[in-house]
């Protein structure tokens, strides 16, 4: 699962036009992305369709950097 | 009373990006028509459309040094939360703002800055995409940026958040008279006192394919000259058949004329008249006679106080269907009586095609030129006249000649009519 920051990096890279460099573990999307809520539901659906994984409602709200987000993919893809 | 001018134009158009390359093709006689290669168009009829060129070849921009560049209009981040109507408004404020040299830096002066933008329909295509995915992906998959991106009243939102304007913040949806009303609506704010400047027009991104068919549905589209496409849309001519869909956005920076004279603004002609009125007679057909129509001239030419004999020019709603174009040629003749053999008339729709809520907007832009240049454009393929009229009605050529007043009529399904009257601002 080595990969899963990678895949996570290309997708915001896409989502919010971001440099590449920009995207470290403990970049906050709203504070350092430039994202803003709606930016972040978009997220979460693409992170669910990459992983083929269901991020529910309450999870969705703890996640606010890209490091959050690695940490729970990992935690639900098998 | 105060008075109101235009002192900025902006358009992305089937002809070209930009006002000045628009009107220069415009009045060269040159059309904007071409297959339609948005989408497969095997199962519709109508099988053209007056598409905007984009540069990366759409509607035959490859080679087009005035083909629309979507990455100077919006970032990709941008678009991604917009429908194209709304980056065609984006893209034609942003040139109008900048023909106007209005950008407003004081609280004050932003508050006294609004923004009127319509659409005939709006986000069309975003909504089609998204019944799609539901269907297909479920209610989890539908985009955040769905609605904001389909919404109407999203172009005005979108142009007022990048340029900063906090004045009043409205929008118009009365089908092909959309972009007339927005521009005359926004003058009565500014007469009222609501606002100093308003950006005001129409955009429209609707030649998708559940678009396409629905205007086929009802009948409303030509579909014979499928293999001669810039032969499609031509007004009162006897082989008319039916209108052909244009694309794109006209906003004119509308101002209260001693604040354009106090900063200095270039002025394209003044807001002189507008009329509105409803046919309450069909969904989709004309009343007889274009009644309605006749009723909002008169109504325009009575607020702008001017007398039929001052007026030299009707840029006409003319969407070479067969049943609208004489009945509105009748209602202009019955309105300037005498003075009809000294009138000419164009339909620009046979050049561009039928904006639906950008063609009021258009046309008006259109009319402020014809004002500024002194010339008339042509109506396009008016080989054979269907109508026994002392109107030049200008076919194939532009023609030079005075245009003190001019008149723009715009005229929607569900039977809504706006004219409005430009003329030279002493």
Known sequence: ?????????????????VEGDKVVETASFIDDLGADSLDLVELVMAFEEEFNIEIPD????????????????KAHVS | MRRV????????????????????RLIAGKSGAGPIDLFDTKDVPCKIAFQVPWNDGRGGGADDPHAFDPDKAASSKERRRIDEFILYALAAADECVED???????DHDKERTGVLIGSGIGGLQSIYDTAITLHTQGARRVSPFFIPSALINLASG???????????NHSVVTACATGAHAIGDSARLIKYGDADVMLAGGAEAVICEIGIAGFCAAKAMSTNFNDTPEKA??????????????????????????HAKARGAKIYAEVAGYGLTGDAYHITAPAEGSEGGYRAMKMALGHSGLDVADIDYVNTHGTSTPKGDEGEVGAVERLFGDHAKNLSLSSTKSAVGHLLGAAGAIESAFCALAIRDQVMPPTLNLDNPSVDTPIDLIPHKAKKGKVRAAMS??????????????????
């Open chain 1, 58 to 73: 309450d999870v969705q709200e703890n996640i606010r950097t890209v490091g959050d987000a690695v940490t729970h993919i």
């Open chain 2, 5 to 24: 001018v235009i002192t900025g134009i902006g358009i992305v158009s089937p002809l070209a990006n930009g006002t000045e390359a628009t009107w220069e």
């Open chain 2, 100 to 106: 106007s040299g209005w950008k407003p830096e004081t």
């Open chain 2, 158 to 168: 979108q142009v007022s958040i990048r340029h900063g304007f906090k004045g009043p």
């Open chain 1, 1 to 17: 699962m080595s990969d899963v920051f990678e895949r996570v990096k290309k997708i915001v890279v896409e989502n919010l036009d």
């Open chain 2, 233 to 258: 849309s031509r007004p009162y001519d006897k082989d008319r058949d039916g209108f052909v869909m244009g694309e794109g956005a006209a906003v004119v920076m509308l101002e209260e004329y001693e």
């Open chain 2, 409 to 426: 009529n715009s005229f929607g399904f569900g039977g809504t009519n706006a004219c409005l009257i430009l003329k030279q601002a002493d």
